[in-house]
Every structure is written in C-alpha cells, then in structure tokens.
C-alpha cells in the first residue's frame, strides 16, 4: 500500500523537504516566517506528495476551527443576503470561514442551529436573535465560544452587539407618512412577535399618537412576498372608508408584495395608499413604483459584526456595542409623481 493510500503527514513532507516540522508547520500557518527559499522548498514538498493539512485533527488539538457560525432570521431575505456576504468578506481577510444557518422564523430551528455550531467547535457565533430571550446564548458564552448579537438594540450585558435603532427608524418611517397627511397607518405583523420589527412598530405607534393619528395591525402569515400579498387581500376585504391611507411594511419583501397586490386591484399608489418598507434593498428602487424604505447599512453591519467578534477573541470580557441609526429614502411609493 501506498503512503498517499495512508495520507501524507506533515512528517512525510519534512522528511521530503529536509527540514523540521516546526518549519513545515509554519509553512502552513505562518509562511511570513520563513526565507523564500526555505518556503519554496517546503511548498514543492508540499505539492509533490500531494500533501493536505487534516484541519479535523488539527481542530482537535487546538480545541477550536476556524469557522465562525452565522444563524439569521432569514437567509432568503435580500438584507441578509448582504449582511452575511460582507461578514464573510471580513471573516476571510482575517483568514476565517463562516458557515450560514437560518432561522426561517423559527424559534425552535434557532435553538437547534446554535446548539449544532457549539457541538462543531466554532471559533465564534453570530446570531440575529428572534427574541430577548438570551438565556442559550449565555450559556454558549459561558463555555468558552464567543457570542456576537446582530441587529439587537436591547440592553444585553455581557455580551457584544450590533444594534439598529428600529424604534427611532420606525418613528421616522410614520413621520414621513404624518408630514405627508396621513393619518391611518397599517403595520402588517407576522406570526412571530420579532424584537426588530416591534420595536420599529412601537416607534411608529408612538409618532402617530403623538399627532392624534391611528395605527391598524394588520395579520400576514410571514414577511415574504407572499405576506405582502395576503396583507394586501385583507386590506382589500375592507370597505374604502375603513381602509388605512398608509401602510408601514415591516420589510422592502413585504412592500413589494403589498404594493404589486393592491395596484393590480385598481388601488392608486400611493394617492390612496401610500407605502413604505424598511431595508431598502436592491429592488427598492428598481421596483415598477419605487418603494420608499428605512435604509439600514447591511454591508456595515455584517463588518463590524466581525470586527466585535475579533475583539471578544482577543479579550473574552469585551462586550463592546456599535450602533446604527436607519435613514429614510423616499420614493414613490409615497411621495408619488
């Protein structure tokens, strides 16, 4: 039997090399260690026997991967899309990896995900909470895996965040739609009470009383595209005079939805509705009416969510917060022509 049929070690290159394993070592690990000549003479050995480094084995010996795990609320969301893109662009500059796991809107499938990347060893966790409910999380923390919160504004002690602002982005989402005289504003809830859209639903609420204006909730079955268009029918099946004369969708999936549902049935966009969304994500704007949205930085985001977690590496007790503030972008939707 051959050595290839055993696997080439680290050894076998030395050998092959005529160097130690401390120097084969840093070929692999540090190769800014070694002279050219050295390094070239252990890469040749290297791609002459066809050796692979074991990361399992070496896994086991370091106690840890290099591997970030990354669970959102929904993969299929264009902003998380983003975020994560950008978070693996971090990971990697700092020679990491990052495995996505989504949520799907499912407290339950949340737990299994960060329970299965702890038993993986991962170097660290990412994690957009569904609730306040951090209880798993800190025992994560606690054995040893650093834990970075996403898109969480709660306090959190103990813990690294990148927090949104989704109360202030929310009061100023339905202070655009007051300025612009409405005074009827319908907020499309899903069937999981997300912190992040609750609090920019809380915001709105407070902007609206505060001008004597009212708030309408109103039933989708999830926030997709889809939730947009059941929310969109239920509006449909109220009379006119009843109907809200703004909307504030809880995401830019939703709006489209809504928007595409409601003018298809004849309503004037945003004359007798108007519209808004939050994200602003690629579509937005691109949309058949351009839906005006709360702009959040996914892209900052997802960086300085790497950039938190390389600091709880380094320093396990800090749990330093950054904070972002969404900006409006007015469209159509509810500026109209």
């Known amino acids: 039997m051959s050595r290839r049929d055993h696997g080439v070690t680290v050894r076998d290159v030395a050998e092959h090399a005529g160097v ?62 983003v975020l994560e893109r950008a978070a693996e662009d971090a990971a990697d500059r700092n020679h990491y990896a990052v495995l996505l796991g989504n949520s799907g809107q499912e407290p339950d499938r949340e737990r299994r995900y960060i329970e299965l990347f702890e038993s993986q060893r991962v170097q660290g966790l990412f994690v957009t909470p569904l609730g306040h409910d951090l209880h798993l999380l800190a025992g994560v923390r606690e054995r040893g895996t650093p834990v970075v919160l996403i898109d969480y504004a709660a306090a959190a002690p103990g813990f690294p965040a990148v927090a949104v602002d989704h109360m202030r982005g929310g009061r100023i989402a339905a202070e655009h739609l007051l300025e612009l005289g409405r005074r009827s504003i319908g907020l499309i809830e899903g069937p999981v009470a997300f912190t992040q859209v609750r609090d920019r639903y809380r915001g ?41 004369d703004a909307v504030f969708a809880p995401n830019d999936l939703v709006a489209l939805g809504l928007m595409e549902t409601l003018a298809a ?3 004037a966009i945003p004359e007798e509705i108007a519209i808004i969304g939050y994200d602003d994500v690629a579509f937005a704007a691109s949309a058949r009416i351009p839906i005006s949205s709360m702009r959040q930085p996914a892209e900052a985001i997802g960086a300085a969510a790497v950039e938190l977690m390389m600091e709880a590496i380094a320093d396990p007790g800090s749990a330093r917060r950054i904070a972002f503030v969404p900006e409006l972008i007015a469209r159509r939707s509810t500026l109209g022509n």
């Open 20 to 81: 130690g394993l401390s120097t084969v070592s840093n070929a692999i690990n540090h190769p800014e260690r070694l002279a050219a000549t050295t390094l070239a003479k252990v890469q040749d050995s290297i791609s002459a026997l066809g050796f692979v480094r074991n990361d399992a084995a070496r896994q086991l010996r370091l106690g840890r991967s290099r591997v970030f795990g990354l669970v959102v609320i929904d993969a299929g969301s264009p902003f998380f899309t």
């Open 204 to 244: 709105a609420v407070e902007a609206a009383d505060a001008v004597g204006a009212t708030t309408l909730s109103i039933p989708s079955p999830d926030l997709t595209i889809q939730g947009g268009v059941v929310a969109a029918h239920r509006l449909l099946g109220l009379p006119r005079g009843e109907r809200p």
């Open 265 to 267: 049935a004849g309503v």
